[in-house]
C-alpha cells in the first residue's frame, strides 16, 4: 500500500477500541504514586533486558507512544526515537515535554506511515492490548523493522490478580473492559508465527502498601521460581 494511502487512512477509524484523548490529562499522575512508579521501575527492568548491547544512534519505533512516558526511557539509551499514537491529544502531550532524540506524530498501528525496514527496533509498550486488530499491528510492527533488528511488546499479563481486578471493577468505560489481556503461555503462542520469541514475567508488586519497598525482591523471587501471574510480561521477538 502507498504511504499517502496510509496517512489518509488515519482519519478513517480510530485505532482502538477506546477514546484515550480522555485520558491524556491525567495518564502519567498513576506514576507519581508509591505503586505506579514501582509498577513502572519494574516494567523497566523486565525491559531492559532486551534491548540490544549497542542503541546509540539506532532507530525504534514505539507504536502507541501515548504521552512519551516510554519514549523518554527509550531515549536515555540514545536510541533515536519516532512515537506514534492514534490519539491527538496523547502526541500533543507527548510533543510538550520535549524529549532528547525523539519525534512524535499522530499515526494507527494498523497502517504505519513508513517505509518497509526503516527500523532498527520497534515497541508498544501496553498497547497491543487495545487495538483493534493486534495481530495486524504486530505485521506493521515486523514490516518496519529491519530484518537483523527486533519487535519489543510489553503487555498486561491476563494471570495477574490484579488486571483481572481492573477488567471486573474499573466499569464499562474503562480503556480495561475491552482489553485483551494475553497469558505469557497465549502472548508467545501468538508470537511464535512471527520468529524466535523470548518472554519474561515481571511486575510483582505486593498488595499492601506497606510491602511495596520490597517489590524489587519479590520481583527477583518470583522470576526464580518463574511465577507466571506478574501484572506485565516483556516479550522480544527476533525477526
Known sequence: MPLAERKLQINES?????????????????????????????????????????????KLLEVGCGTGH?????????????????????????KSKDISNASFQVADGHSLPFADETFDVTAAITALEFVRDAEAVVREMIRCTRKTGQVLLGVLNGLSKVNRQRQRQDGPESPYAAARLFSPVELKEFLEPFGRVEITVGGFV?????????????????????SQKGAFIAAALKL
Request: aromatic letters at 18%; hydrophobic letters at 40%.
Open 206 to 226: 505486593p498488595a499492601q502498601s506497606w510491602l511495596i519497598p520490597f517489590a524489587p525482591w519479590v520481583d527477583r523471587i518470583a522470576g526464580m521460581f518463574r
Open 14 to 58: 480510530k485505532a482502538s477500541g477506546f477514546d484515550f484523548d480522555l485520558l491524556a490529562d491525567s495518564y502519567d499522575s498513576w506514576y507519581a504514586g508509591r505503586r505506579g512508579a514501582m509498577y513502572d521501575r519494574l516494567e523497566k527492568k523486565a525491559i531492559s533486558r532486551y534491548l540490544p548491547p549497542s542503541t546509540k544512534g539506532k
Open 70 to 94: 516510554w519514549s523518554r526511557f527509550f531515549s536515555g539509551y540514545d536510541f533515536e526515537v519516532t512515537g506514534v499514537d492514534v490519539s491527538e491529544r496523547m502526541i500533543d502531550a507527548a
